[in-house]
């Protein structure tokens, strides 16, 4: 799912390319995209797109007389811009929205389609689409902690819930907790003062970065490969490699359709986290320390 450095870049793409023109025609290929009935999409033809805007991991039109389209890419939606009046591609696609210097296509790979597109009139009716989580790069470190500490959870989750801090999923909070030294799984009413400044400040190093990194990548060009999958990330994605800090093989908890990916050595003490499905179905047997799990790798021959 694109995250925080993921939707800036689009955002910063898409105030390039369609801020101050009016929108010509909406072409919906997907019955699925549009998710909300009045006023209907076919109205907003001919209004202008006045700004670009993140709220959380959507990405908001901002049209003019107070329109409002917002999109939610979820796992695999993607925006291709093309040139004026492109054919929509097959399967994938969702919809199109054509404009005099481009068209932008929006397509989602896979079977399940859960991209979304609602179009609201109003700020209150765009308010109601803000999961209200803390935005992690403007808050200082006072706001932070508190946010934190709203809730009893582990590190991991408090990071990804929307309602707790904005834009941050999967990928990047393995990321910061990396960068942070600390488990995924340490319960947050745990942490020292410490630890809480070391994941502020991870936190801000780490989204800063990516989104410095994926400008650069990607330059004055629309953004074309925007993946959770990074080359240059220290953990996630890379179970079994090595971490890039100390060399131990990175490690993951695998859970639902997800997985969260740690190094042992860096962030747990050497312990290996149990896997919910693996450690029930192991019992005795699931390896506790890096040293237990090499034991029982089998030797090559």
């Not at 023109?21 to 009045?38: E, M, N, T, W």
């Not at 934190?148 to 941050?168: A, M, Q, V, Y």
Request: proline share 7%; with cysteine.
């Amino acid at each position: 799912m694109p995250e925080l450095p993921d939707v800036e870049l689009y955002c910063a793409a898409l105030r390039r390319e369609i801020v101050g023109r009016p929108l010509q025609q909406v072409r919906i290929a997907s019955p699925f995209l549009v998710r909300s009935i009045a006023p209907p999409i076919a109205d907003a033809e001919g209004r202008t797109v006045a700004g670009v805007v993140r709220v959380g991991k959507r990405i908001v039109w901002d049209l003019e007389d107070e329109w409002f389209f917002v999109f939610h890419l979820m796992v695999a939606g993607r925006f291709r811009w093309k040139p004026t009046g492109a054919a929509l591609p097959g399967r994938i696609s969702l919809a199109a929205f054509d404009f005099s210097t481009g068209t932008l296509v929006l397509t989602e790979a896979g079977s399940r389609k859960r991209a979304s597109l609602h179009v609201v009139t109003g700020r209150g009716a765009l308010a109601s689409h803000d999961p209200g989580g803390l935005e992690p790069l403007e808050a200082p470190l006072e706001a932070f902690e508190g946010r934190l500490r709203l809730e009893n959870h582990t590190l991991k989750r408090s990071l990804t819930d929307p309602h707790l801090f904005s834009g941050i999923g999967n990928a990047y909070s393995d990321e910061i907790l990396h960068e942070a030294r600390l488990s995924p799984v340490v319960l947050t009413s745990r942490l020292t003062e410490d630890e809480v400044a070391r994941l502020y400040r991870a936190t801000q190093r780490v989204l800063r970065e990516w989104t410095r990194r994926l400008r650069e990548e990607a330059g004055e060009r629309f953004p074309e490969k925007v993946t959770a999958f990074r080359e240059g990330m220290a953990v996630h994605g890379r179970f079994g490699q090595p971490c890039r800090a100390c060399g131990t093989p990175v490690q993951r908890i695998a859970y639902a359709a997800s997985e969260c990916n740690y190094c042992p050595t860096c962030q747990t003490g050497g312990r290996l986290l149990a896997d919910r499905g693996l450690s029930r179905l192991l019992g005795k047997d699931w390896p506790r320390t890096l040293e237990e799990l090499e034991r029982r790798r089998p030797h090559p021959r």
